[in-house]
């Protein structure tokens, strides 16, 4: 997220634009109001409010497109570099997925077949594996024991 100086000018000015624009709303139901009471009661005091109100309605528009200018201008900096944030962002997650997944490739098991069983190697790059480093694992998994039976006697001792 952005934090600084532009973007508290951005949502100060947004904030500003949104209650001008509640309060030009609020203004052009008093016109209104006024318009059907004059038709009523066509008063000159009647008709000077009307043209009160008018007039205050008229400067909130203008008051409300500059507001409006103003804020988009300085809200379009602030998108803009919370576009690049958020670009950055989506590379880094990108390049972590693809590193995770390059450790995946490699570090995966492989299984083969020998006379008909299944034997679990673990690819590895020649630097970290010597040749019967894993050996005592194939032994352990094809035993006669089953990992079943040895759980609760291990089970038992902790």
């Known amino acids: 997220m952005i934090a600084g100086d532009p973007l508290e000018d951005a949502r100060h000015l947004a904030q500003g634009y ?5 309060e030009a709303e ?6 209104s109001r006024r318009q059907a009471w004059v038709r009523e009661f066509p ?5 000077a ?4 109100a008018e007039a205050k309605k008229q400067e909130l528009k203008v008051n409300l497109a500059i507001l409006g200018k103003e804020s988009s201008a300085a809200l379009t900096p602030v998108d803009a570099q919370q576009q690049r944030l958020t670009f950055h962002r989506l590379l880094l997650v990108d390049a972590q997925q693809q590193s995770l997944e390059t450790v995946e490739i490699v570090y995966s098991p492989v299984f083969t077949s020998e006379n008909g069983s299944a034997k679990m190697k673990y690819f590895l790059p020649s630097w970290l594996r010597t040749p019967d480093q894993f050996d005592w694992i194939e032994t352990v998994w094809n035993s006669p024991l089953s990992s079943a039976a040895i759980r609760p006697s291990m089970a038992s001792t902790f």
Do not use: G, I, Y
């Open 18 to 22: 949104s209650h001008m624009r509640q």
């Open 26 to 31: 609020t203004q052009a139901a008093v016109v």
């Open 43 to 47: 008063t000159p005091e009647n008709v």
């Open 49 to 52: 409010k009307l043209q009160a």
